[in-house]
């Protein structure tokens, strides 16, 4: 094979590389092309995406709020709880003492 033939074969083969890669090129862009009518659907699918990012964030604070309110009531409740028992167990040993102070007033 000369030099003349060995140029003449390499830009054969370059060429129809080149043509290769551009009907790739062609294709990936025929099948992958969104229209104008797709692409509003894609923006209305993103604002109702952002709406929706929107009320989880104001639920999520809403129940981190309301968690809180609740976690302090549910201590308040337990204080209440404990100084009522505390009141109960001061309630019983002041009767038992009264009892015992009667059993001795009578029996004297």
Same mark, same amino acid.
């Given at each position: 094979m000369d030099r003349?033939?060995?140029i003449i074969a390499t830009a054969i083969i370059l060429f129809i590389t080149y043509l290769m890669g551009w009907f790739s090129h062609w294709l990936?862009? +025929?099948f992958? +092309?969104?229209? +104008?009518g797709e692409?509003?659907?894609v923006d209305r699918m993103a604002q109702q995406l952002h709406e929706a990012e929107e009320a989880r964030d104001q639920a999520v604070a809403?129940?981190?709020?309301r968690e809180a309110e609740m976690t302090n009531q549910a201590n308040q409740s337990e204080a209440e709880l404990r100084a009522a028992m505390e009141g109960l167990r001061e309630a019983r040993h002041e009767a038992e003492e009264l009892r015992a102070y009667i059993e001795r007033v009578n029996s004297q």
């Open positions: 003349a033939k060995f990936i862009h +025929r992958t +092309r969104v229209s +104008r692409m509003g659907e809403y129940f981190q709020q």
